[in-house]
Nanobody
Framework: QVQLVESGGGLVQPGGSLRLACEASGLNFRSYIMNWYRQAPGKEREFVARVTSVGNRRDYATSVKGRFTVSRDDTINSVYLQMNSLKPDDTAIYYC????????WGQGTQVTVSS
């Protein structure tokens, strides 16, 4: 059974930082491109960042480029999202996604940026 479990969300003031983590189990982690998505209230889910395994390529949405950093540790089946200079517009539920022949999703973790 495949599981993706996110952690690290919370309430942070504008300009602050958070580090999200996603631990995967039940899949060949190295074979999957790992993505982060987010969904704000009343909006569609949107792509945030991705990291490949082979070549360690990283891609970001324009809205987060330069502020967020995605990384992965294949030895412990985990992917991370370091979020700096957070803005109120970053408020959303953040989801971890593993994409290979099949796509898997985590349950999400809430990030709220507010003073």
């Amino acid at each position: 059974q495949v599981q993706l479990v996110e952690s690290g969300g919370g309430l942070v003031q504008p300009g602050g930082s958070l580090r999200l983590a996603c631990e995967a189990s039940g899949l060949n982690f190295r074979s999957y491109i790992m993505n982060w998505y987010r969904q704000a209230p009343g909006k569609e889910r949107e792509f945030v960042a991705r990291v490949t395994s082979v070549g360690n390529r990283r891609d970001y949405a324009t809205s987060v480029k330069g502020r967020f950093t995605v990384s992965r540790d294949d030895t412990i089946n985990s992917v991370y999202l370091q979020m700096n200079s957070l803005k109120p517009d970053d408020t959303a539920i953040y989801y971890c996604n593993a994409r290979g022949d099949v796509s898997y999703w985590g349950q999400g973790t809430q990030v709220t940026v507010s003073s």
